[in-house]
């Protein structure tokens, strides 16, 4: 199956700074890729949808200016957490979709971001 | 009303029984659904497409029936690997192009 490469895979920051996930399609190109959120024991809460060239649409409670996200390029697209805070700290996941009825989306491997 | 909405569970059976998931999703403009599983702490995987003729994969049988919104998982001879949390997913094109998850099924496979 396709391949979406996400990372880094986990990264610890300090209060108040900025860490950027990045996510990449591989081997096809990514026409619209997700942004998810995860608590433990919780569902996947999907933060923005983000079309290639275009902004991000964001869903309701989410912080745009929060969360930037940047999807430039047909194989990869940005997350940045800007002014982290511990409650922040989440297990963040991205997925791509190519175009196409039917294209199934493929997820990256997920970052868990902990601020301190 | 969710959009896509699922019976949380969870779902406890005995190894080798049989489970059905179901789901049903409220915008009909959804056109292509999938199952999805994902195991604690990973990323959610693709289990299979759903057709709008029904299909298999081995143990699993997906069908969707479009008339009533609905969407359905069977698992067959189930094993303790098939423990984990099943996702079903609606896609809808259009300018969002938005995939849609419900909150996901938890399965428990007991020995």
């Known amino acids: 199956g396709a391949v979406v490469s996400q990372h880094p895979s986990w990264v610890i920051c300090k209060s108040g700074t900025s860490v950027k996930i990045e996510c990449r399609s591989l081997?096809?190109?990514?026409?619209?890729m997700f942004w998810y959120r995860q608590f433990p024991k919780q569902s996947l809460m999907l933060m923005a949808t983000s079309n290639e060239g275009s902004k991000a649409t964001y869903e309701q409670g989410v912080e745009k200016d929060k969360f930037l996200i940047n999807h430039a390029s047909l194989t990869l697209s940005t997350l940045t957490v800007t002014s982290a805070h511990p409650e922040d700290s989440s297990f963040y996941i991205c997925s791509a979709r190519g175009a196409g009825e039917g294209t199934e989306a493929f997820f990256g491997q997920g970052t868990r971001l902990t601020v301190v | 009303r969710k959009e896509v909405e699922q019976d949380p569970g969870p779902f406890n059976v005995p190894e080798g029984a049989t489970v059905a998931f179901n789901c049903t999703y409220s915008n009909s403009a959804s056109q292509s659904f999938f199952w999805y599983r994902q195991d604690c702490r990973k990323e959610p995987k693709l289990l299979m497409s759903?057709?709008?003729s029904g299909n298999e994969d081995g143990r699993f049988t997906a069908q969707l029936n479009r008339a009533s919104q609905y969407i359905s998982l069977l698992i067959r001879d189930s094993k303790l690997s098939d423990s984990a949390t099943y996702l079903c997913v609606a896609f809808s094109s259009g300018s969002a192009r938005q995939l849609t998850f419900g909150s996901g099924t938890q399965l428990t496979v007991l020995p």
């Open positions: 081997d096809f190109q990514a026409t619209t």
């Open positions: 759903v057709y709008s």
